[in-house]
């Protein structure tokens, strides 16, 4: 069975400091992997996905991500992040085809300190 | 970007009474659309997924008989939450995806909060 981890729960970042929130992923097949943000009450805003080519993807926001198939990992990144980026982060990983709907991680609370 | 619009954004109804929640694909066709729920502070977990005129797939643990789904229009799907109690407080939010718009993923409604009291 597909999974996704997000090992941290909350991350606390200076404002201006670089940020990296880490995820793992279990599957059976070529993973598509997605970082989503969610501000409070809101839904879910696609931040960037991975399905294949280059492993370092740009998304908006100025965020980016590196897919790593020997890590099972696919961490997001910043290298400047901003009061407003203050919001929950989802990995989540998909079939290519998108007939089954997303597996998601629990999610990392990002707070900004100013 | 593909706009996918949920309605009502927040509802609070009665224990017993049923409740429909609305997603629409506002720009797209989408032939598949999703169901999840989020509990405070937790993840999104999949409910259902609804294929257009036909059935939905429910995961495992989920109730068919008390969280209805219908795909009616390639652009409409509708949960009815029925006979709610509440422990059926929670967001749910929709996704739909369409086959034109590439592989995975689908673009997600901004959710519906529901209170049962």
């Known amino acids: 069975a597909q999974s996704v981890t997000q090992p941290d729960i909350h991350i606390t970042v200076s404002e201006g400091a670089s940020l990296e929130l880490r995820c793992n992923y279990s599957y059976g097949a070529t993973p598509y992997l997605f970082w989503y943000v969610q501000s409070p009450g809101q839904g879910l805003q696609l931040l960037l996905k991975y399905f294949s080519g280059d492993t370092l993807v740009q998304g908006i926001k100025g965020f980016e991500a590196e897919f790593k198939r020997s890590q099972s990992s696919f961490n997001l990144r910043k290298p400047s992040v901003h009061w407003s980026d203050a919001a929950e982060y989802f990995c989540a990983v998909g079939s290519g085809g998108g007939a089954d709907g997303l597996t998601f991680g629990k999610g990392t609370h990002l707070i900004i300190q100013p | 970007g593909a706009v996918v619009s949920q309605h009502p954004s927040r509802v609070i109804c009665k224990s017993g009474t049923s409740v429909k929640i609305e997603c629409r694909s506002l720009?797209?066709?989408?032939?598949?659309m999703f169901w999840y729920r989020q509990f405070p502070k937790q993840s999104l977990m999949l409910m259902a997924t609804s294929n257009e005129g036909s059935k939905a797939t429910y995961e495992q643990g989920v109730e068919k008989d008390k969280f209805l789904i219908n795909h009616a229009s390639l652009t409409l799907s509708t949960l009815t939450v029925t006979s709610a109690h509440p422990e059926d407080s929670s967001f749910y939010i929709c996704?739909?995806?369409?086959?034109?718009?590439?592989?995975?993923?689908?673009?997600f409604g901004q959710g519906t909060r529901l209170t049962v009291v």
């Open positions: 720009d797209f066709q989408a032939t598949t």
């Open positions: 996704s739909a995806r369409a086959p034109d718009r590439g592989h995975g993923g689908a673009f």
